[in-house]
Structure formats: structure tokens, C-alpha cells
């Protein structure tokens, strides 16, 4: 079926291959997902119960852990929950539609993480080069508005790609995607159309959208470094830069993460290599975040045994 330029796209389907094609493998994908799937959940849960049931934890830095939290949530039930129908199911036909609504909310949360990794770098910088102040800076209306202003400018961007992708058409009705989920990227290359507007914006929107908030990220730690090693005792450099640790551990899974998958799809063209190298931005990461953030905060340990203590 070849969908002409302005025709109904109700009856294009978008066929995702997955991770693997040999039925034997399948079971055990499905079991290591779903298993992935329900410890990003569950540890992410338990980050936001304990940031809002303990009184302690009332800041502005488990205000924007919390906010991570329900991101990360969001981000990995965007695909994974798809991937495991398909595996269970065999069938790997996607909608239209639901391929749209797939990227749109893709593009969202991984912005949204982006931006609020930002934040809570900015948080750390405030706290550690201006702690006589931080109460007074980071209020609760700035708080607000720290989270508020990503939701916005994700939302848009997210919009914006999901409008660009509306404009093409596809020369057939059902269109092979070698990925785990509806991948931007894959979803452009298949069109028919003219695809190099498309293409700028995507490239103009990374550059601002990720490089602007890395650039952001590094310049808060330039200067939390040069604070930290102004500081006289050594007790008070390991207490400052302990409070860094966890945070720096996230931004680095999640760039680099990303960063390899960026390069292995540009080294090569396997598309295959580039949806297992997904995997680790998309579920890893999101499912480590929990174990990061509260292995080495006494704070968070703390609030999850009154959690454990309650549910008993």
C-alpha cells in the first residue's frame, strides 16, 4: 500500500524487530525486562515515599531527587511496557498513532532528565559556594520554578518533533524499525518524503537541549571544585564533595550512556548494536539511579527503615 502525501496514516504500522529474533532468547528477554522494569519502578517509588514522608527530607535537593525519580518512572514505562506485550504476544506491530505518542514521550522524559540533572547540579553549586545563602536562594517559588521551566521547554521540544514527523509520509503501509521501541532517528529514515528539515531541527534541538545542560553541568562543578579545595580541613572537603558524589555518579552513567550510543551508531551501521546499546540509557540507567542515590546517602536510608519500619 504506497501512502501518497496528505492520505488518512491510519492504516500505517510501524513493525518493531526487538532486541532478538530467536524465539529461544525471547523467554529469557521477557524475564530480564520485566524483572529491570519492575526494580526501576519500585526503587524510584520508594525514593518519592521517602522524600515525602520524612519531614527531613523537605529540601530542595530530594525536591529535585524526587521530581527525578517520577521521571525515570515515566521514562522507562514509555517503552519497556510495550516491549514486554510484543515478546509475549509475538506481535511487533505498532500503530501510527502509537508510534507517535511512543517518540513524543520519549523525547520528553529524556529532556526532562537532562534538564533536572541541570538543576540539582546548580543545587550543589548554591549549597557548597554560597552555603550562608542557600536557604534564601533556593526558595521555594525559584524551586518551583527549577521544575516548571523544564516541564515547558520538554513538552515544546517534544511537540515540536512529534509536528515534524505529522508533515512526512511513508511509501509503504508497513515500515520495518530495528529497535525495541519507536526510535526518532529510525522513524525519519523511513519516510518518503524530504526528511532534511527534519534532520536540522533534530540537530539544533540536541546541540541546545543537551550540550547547553552539559555545559551547565560542568561549569557548576568547576566551581564546586575550586570551592572544595579552598577549604582548610580535609574533613570538610570529604563532607562537600560526599554530597556531590551520588549526583556526579548519575550525570556520568547518563551521558555516558548516551554518548556511546551516539557513537556506536555513527561508527556503525548495525542497527542491531545501536538498540542493544539503547538498553543502557533507557532501562539501566533509570534502575540504577535508586541504588546510587540512596546506597551512599544516610538520609535516604534512613527514611526508607521508617518506610520498612511502618509496613511491618
Known amino acids: 500500500m504506497h501512502l501518497e502525501p496528505g492520505n488518512d ?41 521517602a522524600t515525602i514522608s520524612d519531614s527531613h527530607l523537605h529540601t530542595p535537593m530530594y525536591f529535585f531527587l524526587s521530581n527525578l525519580s517520577f521521571v525515570d518512572i515515566c521514562f522507562t514505562s514509555n517503552t519497556i511496557p510495550k516491549m514486554l506485550v510484543t515478546i509475549q504476544t509475538q ?116 546541540f541546545v537541549l543537551a550540550v547547553g545542560p552539559l555545559i551547565g553541568i560542568l561549569y557548576s562543578y568547576f566551581k564546586i571544585v575550586s570551592s572544595i579545595r579552598a577549604f582548610s580541613s580535609a574533613h570538610g572537603k570529604y563532607k562537600a564533595f560526599s554530597t556531590c558524589a551520588s549526583h556526579l555518579s548519575v550525570v556520568s552513567l547518563f551521558y555516558g550512556t548516551s554518548l556511546g550510543v551516539y557513537l556506536s551508531s555513527a561508527v556503525t551501521q548495525n542497527s542491531h548494536s545501536t538498540a542493544t546499546a539503547s538498553v543502557m540509557y533507557t532501562v539501566v540507567t533509570p534502575m540504577l539511579n535508586p541504588f546510587i542515590y540512596s546506597l551512599r546517602n544516610k538520609d535516604i536510608k534512613s527514611a526508607l527503615r521508617k518506610i520498612c519500619d511502618k509496613v511491618r
Open 91 to 206: 506481535s511487533k506491530a505498532i500503530t501510527y498513532a502509537g508510534c507517535i505518542t511512543q517518540i513524543h514521550f520519549f523525547v520528553l522524559f529524556i529532556g526532562l532528565d537532562d534538564f533536572l540533572l541541570t538543576v540539582m547540579a546548580y543545587d550543589r553549586y548554591v549549597a557548597i559556594c554560597h552555603p550562608l545563602h542557600y536557604v534564601v536562594i533556593m526558595n521555594h517559588r525559584l524551586c518551583g520554578l527549577l521544575v516548571l521551566v523544564p516541564w515547558v521547554v520538554s513538552v515544546l521540544h517534544a511537540l515540536l518533533h512529534s509536528l515534524m514527523i505529522l508533515r512526512l509520509y511513508f511509501c509503504t503501509g508497513l515500515e520495518i524499525i530495528s529497535h525495541f521501541f519507536c526510535e526518532l532517528n529510525q522513524v525519519i529514515q523511513r519516510a518518503c518524503s524530504d526528511t532534511f528539515l527534519n534532520e536540522v531541527v533534530i540537530y539544533i534541538a540536541s
Open 9 to 49: 496514516t491510519q492504516h500505517l504500522e510501524f513493525l518493531l524487530l526487538g532486541l532478538a529474533e530467536d524465539p529461544e532468547l525471547l523467554p529469557l528477554l521477557f524475564g530480564l525486562f520485566l524483572s529491570m522494569y519492575l526494580v526501576t519502578v519500585l526503587g524510584n517509588l520508594l525514593i518519592i515515599l
